[in-house]
């Protein structure tokens, strides 16, 4: 069950969450499949590699990836705010209660940013970056699009900008497009997460408003709510639930 959630999960974040880009012009981009692909072809190559590399050191790290980019997007749209430390103008969004000591793998992506930045200076946006983590994230997890590890018999390259040594958005193992094209924010907000991110111990009603504020129906709910049925849980998350039905 928690497989076939996946993909599901992911394409609601990446594809109904899309109203919300635009909605907000702060992150207003005209978002494209190929966007990255004369400025920076290695980038899925580059992303892939990180990623497989942190899920490997740590088998959470999916799950992680994937609440990630969610609890950017559901906050204003996927802008990467959620990445910002607080500043003298602004109180960030990873303190917020509902990411303090609960959002994980800041790390991957800012290794990945570091690498991208060798091949591609100053092109790739941090949000499409998330972005990707997540999708290449649910593919190693076994989401239902992914034949992951895929057929083998490839050749490898002498570099991301190689080609055929990457560009991987319309072949290998992910079977779903991600347009790209994303803006980052340049601010964020712990009052928009505590306003926006659903809360475990609201009544279904109030979460039911969040998600409808941004453009999604019921069914996403369902689909975003099972998606929680991946990697690991705070026992006090929902041990009132077992007991009280």
């Known amino acids: ?19 919300t880009i635009y909605r907000y012009p702060l992150v207003y981009s005209q978002l494209d499949y190929n966007f990255y692909a004369n400025s920076c072809p290695g980038l899925p ?16 790290m999916a799950a992680s990836l994937l609440r990630l980019h969610f609890h950017d997007c559901i906050v204003n749209g996927c802008d990467a705010s959620v990445l910002l ?23 991957v992506i800012d290794n990945i940013k570091a690498e991208v930045e060798r091949y591609c200076p100053l092109t790739v946006s941090c949000a499409d970056i ?7 994230a649910v593919s ?3 989401g239902v699009y992914s034949s992951w590890p ?13 080609k055929g040594a ?15 094209g994303r803006r980052d924010g340049t601010t964020a907000s712990e009052e928009a997460v505590n306003e926006q991110i659903p809360s475990p111990f609201e ?43």
């Open 140 to 142: 190693m997890a076994g």
């Open 166 to 180: 990457g560009w991987g958005y319309n072949r290998g193992y992910n079977f779903w497009l991600v347009p790209l």
């Open 203 to 245: 009544p279904l009603q109030n979460i039911t408003a969040k998600f409808t504020s941004k453009g999604l129906d019921l069914k996403d709910v369902v689909v975003l709510s099972g998606g929680h049925t991946i990697g690991y849980a705070q026992c006090f998350a929902f041990k009132r639930r077992l007991f009280d039905f």
């Open 85 to 107: 430390d607080a500043t003298i103008d602004f109180t960030g969004e990873k303190n917020a209660p509902a990411n303090r000591n609960s959002l994980r793998g800041f790390e």
């Open 130 to 136: 998330l972005t990707l983590a997540a999708k290449e």
């Open 45 to 60: 190559w580059i992303v892939s590699k990180g990623v497989q590399s942190a899920v490997n050191n740590d088998y959470r």
């Open 150 to 162: 895929g057929p083998i018999g490839r050749r490898d390259g002498t570099t991301p900008r190689e």
């Open 1 to 19: 069950m928690g497989q076939k959630l996946f993909p599901c999960f992911t394409l609601c974040l990446i594809v109904s969450l899309s109203p």
